[in-house]
């Protein structure tokens, strides 16, 4: 029993104390209990720092329903509000023309009826467009309300983007023209020319026709008598009073506005080149000629849509003439277009036409007339079917040429039409 209670006191005396082993440092045996995590340190209040270029993105003051269109030539309100009132920054509205014209700056100002609004000059607006965004400054530090003229050019560093940005501005597309762009495109048009000289010649042959004894002007033999079908026909062999010549010379000077133009044209009509002189003629008998003197205005109603009014003036070795006539248009003045219309003079009789123009191709104009005509016989109706071609050449000169057919009902067959001129418009 001794024994036992030795080796018991033995054994408690050869271990170490636990508390006296942690104070040396001397505990290896088994592993440690874990320390305690520290608190969470609090989180800081502060933004973290941007990284450099990275954009700033501002706080939206300015609240509008943005226009996407607008009418030329009229003043242009861009209206909204504002989050917080005015205070003390500057705010405006940047703009420019579409496409790359310079940036203008037009004030937000308090309206009458609530709100604030920016007004962009009629003079601006323009097509296509206009294009814009909104921005405010800092205070002035003289206190001056309205942006400085430096500050009016832009787009400026220190300024706050509120809808839209320079690089990403809200168009506003601009339909139709203005008065004074309407000029420049239709003066455009014709390569800046607003006068034109015109000198032409033209030829109508058509053909041999039956000879009648009731017109008193036109009245003669007849050439060949025939027997056909059991009736006597009498016809012109020479063709003689189935052509006439044409020589004309034109003035135009264009207003390019709602009278487009006004033209004057003096010609002269013979049905052969020795009629040209009825002013010499000791024959006894009237001969077929007439000079003549022509003003014309031509009227643009719409775009595409127009009318020409004319008068004549002529005389004759029968003595003086006159006549009126009009036509309507559908289509570009100075290119694809229809016309149709007519007119009537007193000693050449009347006329109806229709024409189809294009300019599909550059620098050489193109047409094709269908004509019902009773020039140069009143009692006698015809057709006249021509093709003409002009060539732009250089500077405003041109030349043309004219080709076609031409026949009476009374005709026993058709023939040619014929002509040319040549133009300078300066």
Do not use: C
């Amino acid at each position: 029993m001794k024994r036992r209670i030795v080796s018991i006191v033995l054994l408690a005396l050869a271990a170490p104390a636990p508390a006296l082993a942690q104070d040396a440092g001397l505990q290896d045996a088994g592993p440690a209990e874990a320390a305690p995590a520290p608190p969470p340190a609090p989180e800081s209040k502060a933004k973290p720092e941007k990284a450099e270029g990275e954009a700033r993105v501002p706080p939206t003051l300015f609240f509008h329903t943005p226009p996407s269109t607008a009418l030329p030539g009229e003043v242009f309100e861009i209206r909204g509000d504002l989050q917080q009132g005015m205070n003390k920054e500057r705010f405006f509205v940047r703009y420019r023309i579409v496409p790359k014209g310079e940036w203008k700056a037009v004030p937000l100002r308090r309206a009458a009826e609530g709100g604030v609004v920016a007004i962009v000059p009629a003079k601006d607006m323009q097509p296509p467009g206009i294009e814009y965004y909104v921005a405010n400054l800092p205070p002035d530090p003289q206190g001056q309300p309205e942006l400085r003229p430096e500050e009016s050019k832009g787009p400026l560093a220190n300024e706050t983007r509120n809808f839209g940005s320079p690089e990403q501005p809200h168009r506003v597309l601009v339909h139709g023209f203005t008065s004074e762009t309407l000029y420049e495109k239709r003066l455009a048009d014709h390569q800046g020319h607003l006068s034109r000289l015109a000198g032409g010649y033209g030829y109508s042959n058509f053909g041999r026709h039956l000879v009648t004894h009731d017109d008193p002007i036109n009245a003669r033999e007849p050439d060949v008598t025939t027997e056909e079908n059991g009736k006597t026909v009498e016809w012109d062999k020479s063709s003689e009073h189935n052509i006439y010549h044409e020589i004309t010379l034109t003035y135009t000077y264009r207003f390019l506005t709602y009278l487009y133009d006004l033209s004057v044209q003096m010609g002269a009509l013979a049905e052969s080149p020795s009629d040209f002189d009825m002013f010499t003629n000791t024959s006894g008998k009237s001969k077929p000629g007439m000079y003549y003197i022509s003003p014309s205005a031509q009227l643009e109603f719409f775009k595409y849509f127009g009318a020409t009014v004319l008068f004549r003036l002529g005389i004759s070795d029968d003595g003086f003439e006159g006549g009126a006539g009009g036509s309507l248009r559908v289509g570009r003045v100075a290119g694809t277009r229809v016309d149709v219309g007519g007119e009537w003079m007193s000693r050449a009789g009347g006329r109806f036409f229709l024409r189809f123009g294009w300019d599909t191709v550059p620098h050489l104009p193109m047409a094709i007339t269908i004509e019902r005509t009773q020039w140069y016989h009143r009692d006698m109706w015809g057709n006249r079917l021509f093709y003409e071609i002009g060539w732009d050449i250089y500077g405003g000169f041109g030349i043309n040429a004219r080709i076609g057919y031409a026949a009476r009902d009374e005709s026993t067959n058709g023939s040619v039409v014929a002509g040319g001129g040549a133009s300078m418009e300066f």
